[in-house]
Protein backbone atom coordinates (compact mmCIF):
# COMPACT_ATOMS: atom_id res chain seq x y z
CA UNK A 1 0.00 0.00 0.00
CA UNK A 2 1.49 3.31 -0.91
CA UNK A 3 2.10 6.17 1.91
CA UNK A 4 -0.92 8.44 2.36
CA UNK A 5 -3.28 6.74 0.40
CA UNK A 6 -5.18 4.70 2.64
CA UNK A 7 -9.66 5.84 2.32
CA UNK A 8 -8.56 9.09 -0.03
CA UNK A 9 -11.00 9.86 -2.73
CA UNK A 10 -9.69 9.75 -6.15
CA UNK A 11 -12.05 10.81 -9.48
CA UNK A 12 -10.47 9.44 -13.09
CA UNK A 13 -11.87 11.14 -15.75
CA UNK A 14 -11.67 8.58 -18.89
CA UNK A 15 -11.30 5.52 -16.55
CA UNK A 16 -13.93 3.67 -18.60
CA UNK A 17 -10.81 1.88 -20.30
CA UNK A 18 -6.87 1.54 -21.56
CA UNK A 19 -4.63 3.83 -19.28
CA UNK A 20 -7.56 5.10 -16.77
CA UNK A 21 -9.10 1.88 -15.90
CA UNK A 22 -5.68 0.49 -15.02
CA UNK A 23 -5.25 3.22 -13.15
CA UNK A 24 -8.22 3.17 -11.18
CA UNK A 25 -7.33 -0.42 -10.45
CA UNK A 26 -4.24 0.23 -9.30
CA UNK A 27 -5.38 2.83 -6.43
CA UNK A 28 -7.84 1.65 -5.73
CA UNK A 29 -5.31 -2.07 -4.61
CA UNK A 30 -3.66 0.96 -3.07
CA UNK A 31 -6.48 1.77 -0.42
CA UNK A 32 -7.99 4.85 -2.56
CA UNK A 33 -12.05 5.08 -3.51
CA UNK A 34 -12.65 5.92 -7.03
CA UNK A 35 -15.28 8.08 -8.96
CA UNK A 36 -15.31 7.47 -13.02
CA UNK A 37 -15.96 9.82 -15.18
CA UNK A 38 -16.43 8.76 -18.39
CA UNK A 39 -18.81 9.65 -21.68
CA UNK A 40 -18.91 5.54 -21.89
CA UNK A 41 -19.86 2.62 -19.25
CA UNK A 42 -17.66 2.56 -16.73
CA UNK A 43 -19.13 -0.08 -14.71
CA UNK A 44 -16.38 -2.73 -15.68
CA UNK A 45 -13.97 -0.31 -14.22
CA UNK A 46 -16.40 0.00 -10.87
CA UNK A 47 -16.20 -3.75 -10.49
CA UNK A 48 -12.02 -4.40 -10.72
CA UNK A 49 -12.67 -1.18 -8.06
CA UNK A 50 -15.00 -3.34 -5.85
CA UNK A 51 -13.08 -6.77 -6.40
CA UNK A 52 -10.12 -4.43 -4.44
CA UNK A 53 -12.50 -3.70 -2.05
CA UNK A 54 -13.05 -0.36 -2.37
CA UNK A 55 -16.03 1.95 -3.15
CA UNK A 56 -16.07 2.78 -6.59
CA UNK A 57 -18.81 5.11 -8.72
CA UNK A 58 -19.75 5.74 -12.49
CA UNK A 59 -20.47 9.09 -13.15
CA UNK A 60 -21.50 9.82 -16.98
CA UNK A 61 -19.28 12.89 -17.86
CA UNK A 62 -18.28 15.00 -20.67
CA UNK A 63 -15.02 16.37 -19.71
CA UNK A 64 -15.21 19.01 -22.83
CA UNK A 65 -18.45 20.61 -20.98
CA UNK A 66 -18.32 22.71 -18.48
CA UNK A 67 -22.05 22.16 -17.57
CA UNK A 68 -21.19 18.27 -17.07
CA UNK A 69 -17.83 19.11 -15.29
CA UNK A 70 -20.03 20.81 -12.75
CA UNK A 71 -22.75 18.51 -12.53
CA UNK A 72 -19.70 15.39 -11.86
CA UNK A 73 -18.59 17.89 -8.88
CA UNK A 74 -21.55 17.78 -7.35
CA UNK A 75 -22.16 14.15 -7.94
CA UNK A 76 -18.82 13.47 -6.36
CA UNK A 77 -19.21 15.39 -3.44
CA UNK A 78 -22.56 13.99 -2.52
CA UNK A 79 -21.51 10.35 -3.02
CA UNK A 80 -17.89 10.49 -1.68
CA UNK A 81 -17.54 14.44 0.21
CA UNK A 82 -14.44 15.60 -1.70
CA UNK A 83 -12.40 14.95 -3.67
CA UNK A 84 -7.93 14.01 -2.81
CA UNK A 85 -6.27 12.86 -5.50
CA UNK A 86 -7.42 13.65 -9.22
CA UNK A 87 -6.64 12.19 -12.70
CA UNK A 88 -6.88 13.77 -15.97
CA UNK A 89 -7.14 10.50 -18.21
CA UNK A 90 -10.18 10.97 -20.77
CA UNK A 91 -8.47 12.19 -24.12
CA UNK A 92 -8.46 11.66 -27.94
CA UNK A 93 -6.18 11.10 -30.63
CA UNK A 94 -7.59 11.03 -34.12
CA UNK A 95 -4.58 10.54 -36.55
CA UNK A 96 -4.78 13.39 -39.36
CA UNK A 97 -2.26 15.17 -41.50
CA UNK A 98 -2.33 18.93 -40.99
CA UNK A 99 -3.88 19.43 -44.10
CA UNK A 100 -6.90 17.45 -43.51
CA UNK A 101 -7.51 19.27 -39.76
CA UNK A 102 -10.88 20.80 -39.74
CA UNK A 103 -10.67 23.61 -37.23
CA UNK A 104 -13.99 21.73 -35.97
CA UNK A 105 -11.46 18.80 -35.56
CA UNK A 106 -8.95 21.35 -33.92
CA UNK A 107 -11.44 22.32 -31.04
CA UNK A 108 -12.75 18.92 -30.68
CA UNK A 109 -9.11 17.70 -29.84
CA UNK A 110 -8.32 20.66 -28.05
CA UNK A 111 -11.27 20.95 -25.84
CA UNK A 112 -11.36 17.24 -24.90
CA UNK A 113 -7.91 17.34 -24.28
CA UNK A 114 -6.70 20.74 -22.84
CA UNK A 115 -10.34 22.32 -22.16
CA UNK A 116 -10.86 18.84 -20.19
CA UNK A 117 -7.97 19.10 -18.04
CA UNK A 118 -8.46 22.67 -17.23
CA UNK A 119 -12.40 22.07 -15.89
CA UNK A 120 -11.62 19.60 -13.78
CA UNK A 121 -8.79 21.06 -12.63
CA UNK A 122 -10.98 24.11 -11.87
CA UNK A 123 -13.66 21.72 -10.06
CA UNK A 124 -11.54 20.01 -7.71
CA UNK A 125 -8.55 22.19 -7.24
CA UNK A 126 -10.10 24.18 -4.95
CA UNK A 127 -11.14 22.11 -2.29
CA UNK A 128 -7.73 20.30 -2.47
CA UNK A 129 -6.02 23.67 -1.71
CA UNK A 130 -9.02 24.24 0.91
CA UNK A 131 -7.79 20.98 2.65
CA UNK A 132 -4.35 21.70 2.85
CA UNK A 133 -3.36 18.49 0.55
CA UNK A 134 -4.04 17.72 -2.73
CA UNK A 135 -2.69 15.88 -5.89
CA UNK A 136 -3.32 16.45 -9.46
CA UNK A 137 -2.33 14.28 -12.35
CA UNK A 138 -2.36 14.81 -15.65
CA UNK A 139 -1.36 12.81 -19.30
CA UNK A 140 0.87 14.12 -21.57
CA UNK A 141 2.42 11.78 -24.52
CA UNK A 142 5.78 10.71 -25.73
CA UNK A 143 4.52 12.21 -28.82
CA UNK A 144 5.44 15.58 -27.30
CA UNK A 145 8.95 14.94 -27.64
CA UNK A 146 9.60 12.55 -30.88
CA UNK A 147 8.74 12.87 -34.71
CA UNK A 148 5.30 11.67 -35.38
CA UNK A 149 2.97 13.31 -38.15
CA UNK A 150 -0.47 13.21 -37.89
CA UNK A 151 -0.74 14.89 -34.51
CA UNK A 152 -0.88 18.47 -34.64
CA UNK A 153 -3.72 18.84 -32.86
CA UNK A 154 -2.66 16.44 -30.35
CA UNK A 155 0.62 17.58 -29.91
CA UNK A 156 -0.39 20.70 -29.61
CA UNK A 157 -3.13 19.47 -26.40
CA UNK A 158 -0.02 18.01 -24.79
CA UNK A 159 1.88 20.76 -24.96
CA UNK A 160 -1.11 22.84 -23.22
CA UNK A 161 -1.20 20.41 -20.78
CA UNK A 162 2.30 20.34 -20.13
CA UNK A 163 2.06 23.97 -19.76
CA UNK A 164 -1.11 23.74 -17.46
CA UNK A 165 1.32 21.52 -15.07
CA UNK A 166 3.92 23.51 -14.77
CA UNK A 167 1.83 26.69 -13.85
CA UNK A 168 -0.60 25.23 -11.60
CA UNK A 169 2.09 23.46 -9.97
CA UNK A 170 3.03 27.16 -9.08
CA UNK A 171 -0.27 28.26 -7.96
CA UNK A 172 -1.19 25.34 -5.64
CA UNK A 173 2.14 24.30 -4.19
CA UNK A 174 2.21 26.73 -0.97
CA UNK A 175 -1.11 24.56 0.17
CA UNK A 176 0.31 20.98 -0.27
CA UNK A 177 -0.97 20.35 -3.69
CA UNK A 178 1.18 18.73 -6.04
CA UNK A 179 0.54 18.67 -10.07
CA UNK A 180 2.49 16.54 -12.51
CA UNK A 181 2.27 14.78 -15.76
CA UNK A 182 3.02 10.98 -17.14
CA UNK A 183 3.88 11.05 -20.74
CA UNK A 184 3.37 7.58 -21.65
CA UNK A 185 5.09 6.25 -24.76
CA UNK A 186 2.39 4.48 -27.72
CA UNK A 187 0.52 1.84 -25.38
CA UNK A 188 -1.82 -0.67 -25.60
CA UNK A 189 -5.38 0.47 -25.28
CA UNK A 190 -8.50 0.17 -26.74
CA UNK A 191 -7.79 4.23 -28.23
CA UNK A 192 -4.89 3.26 -29.50
CA UNK A 193 -6.21 -0.08 -31.90
CA UNK A 194 -9.16 2.35 -32.57
CA UNK A 195 -7.20 5.15 -33.99
CA UNK A 196 -5.61 2.65 -36.67
CA UNK A 197 -2.01 2.45 -37.79
CA UNK A 198 -0.05 5.87 -39.20
CA UNK A 199 0.41 6.44 -43.06
CA UNK A 200 2.74 3.71 -44.99
CA UNK A 201 2.11 1.29 -41.74
CA UNK A 202 0.02 -1.89 -42.71
CA UNK A 203 -0.84 -2.85 -39.19
CA UNK A 204 -1.44 -1.34 -35.21
CA UNK A 205 0.71 -4.63 -34.29
CA UNK A 206 3.41 -3.25 -36.91
CA UNK A 207 3.14 -0.06 -35.70
CA UNK A 208 3.98 -1.43 -32.33
CA UNK A 209 6.51 -3.53 -33.62
CA UNK A 210 8.29 -0.49 -34.72
CA UNK A 211 8.02 1.46 -32.13
CA UNK A 212 9.47 -0.88 -29.83
CA UNK A 213 12.74 -0.93 -31.46
CA UNK A 214 13.10 2.87 -30.69
CA UNK A 215 12.62 2.44 -27.41
CA UNK A 216 15.55 1.42 -25.03
CA UNK A 217 13.58 -1.45 -23.67
CA UNK A 218 12.19 -3.37 -27.35
CA UNK A 219 8.97 -4.78 -25.97
CA UNK A 220 5.28 -2.49 -26.75
CA UNK A 221 3.96 -0.83 -23.45
CA UNK A 222 0.66 -1.83 -21.78
CA UNK A 223 -1.28 -0.10 -19.11
CA UNK A 224 0.29 -1.93 -16.48
CA UNK A 225 3.73 0.03 -17.22
CA UNK A 226 1.99 3.31 -16.44
CA UNK A 227 0.51 2.46 -13.18
CA UNK A 228 3.47 2.32 -10.78
CA UNK A 229 4.37 6.09 -11.68
CA UNK A 230 0.75 7.14 -10.74
CA UNK A 231 0.44 5.65 -7.32
CA UNK A 232 3.78 6.94 -6.64
CA UNK A 233 3.09 10.43 -7.33
CA UNK A 234 -0.26 10.44 -5.92
CA UNK A 235 1.05 9.01 -2.69
CA UNK A 236 2.73 11.02 0.37
CA UNK A 237 6.08 9.37 -0.88
CA UNK A 238 6.07 12.42 -3.69
CA UNK A 239 5.56 15.42 -1.62
CA UNK A 240 8.02 17.40 -2.58
CA UNK A 241 8.01 16.41 -6.63
CA UNK A 242 5.37 18.94 -8.48
CA UNK A 243 5.25 20.75 -12.09
CA UNK A 244 7.14 17.81 -13.46
CA UNK A 245 6.41 15.92 -17.00
CA UNK A 246 7.72 12.13 -16.16
CA UNK A 247 8.38 9.93 -19.22
CA UNK A 248 7.73 6.55 -18.86
CA UNK A 249 8.27 5.27 -22.76
CA UNK A 250 10.44 2.24 -22.18
CA UNK A 251 13.08 4.91 -22.59
CA UNK A 252 11.87 6.43 -26.30
CA UNK A 253 12.46 9.72 -25.01
CA UNK A 254 15.32 10.75 -22.87
CA UNK A 255 15.28 14.70 -22.15
N1 LIG B 1 -2.53 4.84 -25.63
C1 LIG B 1 -1.46 5.56 -25.96
O1 LIG B 1 -0.64 5.17 -26.79
C2 LIG B 1 -1.23 6.88 -25.27
C3 LIG B 1 0.04 7.46 -25.38
C4 LIG B 1 0.28 8.69 -24.77
C5 LIG B 1 -0.72 9.32 -24.06
N2 LIG B 1 -1.93 8.74 -23.96
C6 LIG B 1 -2.97 9.47 -23.22
O2 LIG B 1 -3.48 8.67 -22.18
C7 LIG B 1 -4.85 8.99 -21.96
C8 LIG B 1 -5.68 7.71 -22.01
O3 LIG B 1 -5.51 7.13 -23.29
P1 LIG B 1 -5.95 5.63 -23.62
O4 LIG B 1 -4.99 5.13 -24.61
O5 LIG B 1 -6.22 4.87 -22.38
O6 LIG B 1 -7.31 5.94 -24.39
P2 LIG B 1 -8.69 5.11 -24.51
O7 LIG B 1 -9.37 5.65 -25.71
O8 LIG B 1 -8.44 3.66 -24.44
O9 LIG B 1 -9.44 5.63 -23.21
C9 LIG B 1 -9.76 6.98 -23.11
C10 LIG B 1 -11.05 7.16 -22.32
O10 LIG B 1 -11.39 8.56 -22.36
C11 LIG B 1 -12.79 8.65 -22.53
N3 LIG B 1 -13.14 9.95 -23.12
C12 LIG B 1 -12.84 10.42 -24.35
N4 LIG B 1 -13.41 11.62 -24.53
C13 LIG B 1 -14.06 11.92 -23.39
C14 LIG B 1 -14.85 13.03 -22.96
N5 LIG B 1 -15.09 14.06 -23.76
N6 LIG B 1 -15.35 13.01 -21.71
C15 LIG B 1 -15.13 11.96 -20.90
N7 LIG B 1 -14.42 10.87 -21.24
C16 LIG B 1 -13.89 10.86 -22.49
C17 LIG B 1 -13.13 7.50 -23.47
O11 LIG B 1 -14.52 7.19 -23.39
C18 LIG B 1 -12.24 6.40 -22.93
O12 LIG B 1 -12.87 5.65 -21.91
C19 LIG B 1 -5.22 10.02 -23.03
O13 LIG B 1 -5.10 11.31 -22.47
C20 LIG B 1 -4.15 9.83 -24.08
O14 LIG B 1 -3.91 10.99 -24.83
C21 LIG B 1 -2.21 7.54 -24.55
Keep these: MAKGHQDKIAVIT ?29 DETVKLVEAAG ?70 FAPGMKQRGWGRIVNMASSTLGSVVTGFTHYVASKAGIVGLTRA ?8 GVTVNSIAPGLTRTPGAFARGPRAGVATMEEEFERTAQMQAINRSEVPADLVGTVSFLTSDDATFITGQMINVDGGRNRT
Excluded: K, M
Design 14 to 42: GGANGIGQAFAQRLAQDGVHIAVADRQSA
Design 54 to 123: REGAAFDCDVSSPESIAQLAANVQQRFGRCDILVNCAGVFPLQPFEQITYADWRRVLSINLDGTFLACSA
Design 168 to 175: LATELGPY
